[in-house]
């Protein structure tokens, strides 16, 4: 049975109307078709709000039996905060179901489809299946490793630096790589950083402009320097704030945390490992936080060790056309580092953009270019209909910035064995543990481009009228 792209298309851009607001759960957009109409939409809007297809059936304007559902996730067949979605579609009588990622998820993976196809609903994988892949790498990640989602972010000049001899850092980058920056911290839910960058800047860590969804702060400070008035300890009422600190910390340590706690600030005791904190336990902590996504910004100490312990998904770097120089400038990298050329850690390039200003973007996922797996595709019946034979109104734009890379992710979609099901997990697990599928880029939220961005604009009449401006995560009534 063939699908048409337009609907799946349309299906992911509602999804990513989601962004920053659904996790740890995934972005998820359904589109409802009948006689080539769409009579009904929505997408996951919030962690607890209710799941894509309810929405979508929610907003139908007419009877959905026969109709066709295009959705980017797998439906959900189990009970969480919300009732199974496989039961909302079959009570509606839709025929067909055109899917996009399989749902990783142990409580799902391939019960969604197996339960659906039971039941008499023709289903239709691997639709779309890299693009609507690429709006979840964090989830993935998150729901099968139960550890966040890393991305490693740094600022250094064309001579790899990212502060002069004497520690000066402010600015590297230009005005709207800086916006992008706090784009990003909209997009992940956790930011972390070193105490080194606390000491030498004073940071505030928010995104400054939409503070309802400034990410939780996490600072890793082995001894517990962390100074009582840095801005980080004096905002910890208002804005999540963890400290990581040694479990083994000294006596003078020890006496301050009494007064962290009265600031609001949470200190996670974790072991340590070479000195340092082991990032490894303070992984599976904030795992165990439901924190499902995390941007680093640094030091390089601290990128050392997400790097080393393998932690690490991806790397975006912003190159300043400027040259400092100086032996001892810091670099993004530090810790001891590896010895021979053989044992670097390879990536590799997944977007690049020259942005105004001059620094050059650059995005890489860890890991080497994986290979094109065209089996895991539903070849059968995900066969892509030629466009232009039904009219319906045309998909809204994405926001600017917010595109899909065009390379590869891996066996996210395997047909599902019938016989396996349910009960039974299904061994593609493994292939979504792996860093090398691609995430959706973040919403470029720079100060100067929000102002002459256009509003996302919703299209179509359905989704206008049932979802409310304000869950528009472009919506921005702050400013700095
Ligand atoms: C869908 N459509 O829009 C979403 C799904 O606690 P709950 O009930 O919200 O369940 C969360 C799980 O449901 C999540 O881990 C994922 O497996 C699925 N999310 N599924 O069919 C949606 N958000
Ligand atoms: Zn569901």
Redesign the pocket.
């Known amino acids: 049975m063939a699908y048409d792209a337009k609907y799946m298309e349309r299906a992911i851009k509602l999804a990513k109307l989601g962004i920053g607001r659904?996790d740890p759960?995934?972005l998820?957009g359904a589109v409802i078709v009948k006689d080539g109409k769409i009579i009904g939409e929505g997408y996951?809007t919030g962690y607890?709000m209710p799941?894509?297809?309810r929405e979508a059936i929610n907003s139908l304007t007419e009877s959905a039996r026969g109709a066709e559902m295009y959705v980017t996730?797998e439906?959900?067949a189990h009970t969480?905060?919300?009732p199974p979605?496989t039961a909302a579609i079959l009570d509606q009588g839709i025929r067909t179901v055109y899917i996009g990622s399989m749902?990783p998820?142990p409580?799902?993976n391939g019960r969604g489809v197996w339960t659906l196809r039971q039941h008499g609903v023709e289903v239709v994988t691997g639709c779309m299946r890299k693009e609507c892949d690429a709006l979840n790498p964090v989830y993935f990640h998150y729901?099968t490793t139960k550890r966040p989602y890393v991305v490693l972010k740094y600022a250094m000049t064309l001579d790899g630096k990212i502060a002069t001899t004497t520690g000066a850092s402010r600015y590297i980058s230009g005005d709207f790589a800086r916006g992008r920056v706090r784009g990003m911290r909209n997009q992940y839910p956790a930011i972390i950083v070193g105490i080194g960058t606390v000491l030498a800047d004073d940071p505030m860590l928010d995104n400054r402009r939409q503070k309802d969804r400034t990410p939780v702060r996490i600072i890793c400070d082995t001894h517990l320097q962390i100074p009582l008035d840095s801005k980080v300890v004096q905002t910890a009422s208002k804005i999540e704030t963890y400290v990581a600190a040694s479990e083994r910390m000294s006596e003078e340590a020890k006496a301050k945390l009494p007064q962290l706690k009265e600031a609001g600030v949470q200190v996670l005791l974790i072991p340590e490992k070479d000195g340092h904190i082991d990032m490894e336990p303070l992984m599976d902590k904030l795992g165990e936080m439901e924190i499902s996504g995390i941007m680093s910004e640094g030091g390089g100490n601290l990128s050392w060790s997400l790097l080393r312990d393998g932690l690490v998904n991806e790397v975006v770097i912003f190159t300043a056309p400027k040259i400092f120089g100086g032996i001892t400038a810091m670099t993004p990298v530090e810790g001891e580092g590896v010895n021979f050329v053989e044992d670097a850690l390879p990536l590799h390039l997944v977007e690049s953009e020259v942005l105004p200003g001059g620094d050059i973007y650059a995005r890489y996922i860890v890991g080497p270019e994986p290979e094109e797996d065209e089996d895991s595709v539903d070849v059968e019946t995900a066969e892509p209909r030629p466009i232009a034979k039904i009219q319906s109104t045309p998909a809204p734009q994405a926001p600017d910035g917010f595109m899909d890379a065009d390379a590869s992710s891996k066996n996210a979609s395997a047909p599902i064995a019938m016989e396996e099901m349910p009960g039974v997990q299904s061994s593609q697990d493994d292939g979504w543990a792996e860093a090398d599928s691609i995430p959706a880029h973040m919403p470029q939220d720079d100060d100067e481009d929000a102002e002459d961005a256009p509003p996302v604009e919703l299209e179509s009449r359905i989704v206008t009228e049932v979802l409310s401006a304000d869950l528009n995560p472009f919506n921005i009534e702050e400013r700095d």
Do not use: M, R, S, Y
């Open positions: 659904v759960n995934p998820v996951h607890g799941h894509a297809e996730l439906p959900c969480g905060k919300q979605c749902d998820n409580k799902v729901i």
